[in-house]
Nanobody, 114 residues
């Protein structure tokens, strides 16, 4: 059983920055991939950014050039650096680990005011 603990959400003005962290209970390099998803009220959960075991990175088009996913394997932690935040980035952000199954964190709220 893998546990994921997110931190770093909060309230920020448009144009501001936040860094989300996701600490995993196991070795993240043993996971197939890790990613950040978000879900805004009334909308489906969407993949924001992902990083595979091999280091391949992908972003949803709406965050390209603004968000950066990274990892520290020594700390078993994945980060999401979010710059140039927009009100439409407001959502609950979830950390995901893909192993034999999908594991999820509890979510952290990001609110961007205009």
């Amino acid at each position: 059983q893998v546990q994921l603990v997110e931190s770093g959400g909060g309230l920020v003005q448009a144009g501001g920055s936040l860094r989300l962290s996701c600490a995993a209970s196991g070795s993240i390099l043993s996971f197939y991939a890790m990613g950040w998803y978000r879900q805004a009220p009334g909308k489906q959960r969407e993949l924001v950014a992902s990083i595979t075991r091999g280091g391949n990175i992908d972003y949803v088009d709406s965050v390209k050039g603004r968000f950066t996913i990274s990892r520290d394997s020594a700390k078993n932690t994945v980060y999401l650096q979010m710059n140039g935040l927009k009100p439409e980035d407001t959502a609950v952000y979830y950390c995901n680990a893909r192993i034999s199954a999908n594991y999820w964190g509890q979510g952290t709220q990001v609110t961007v005011s205009s």
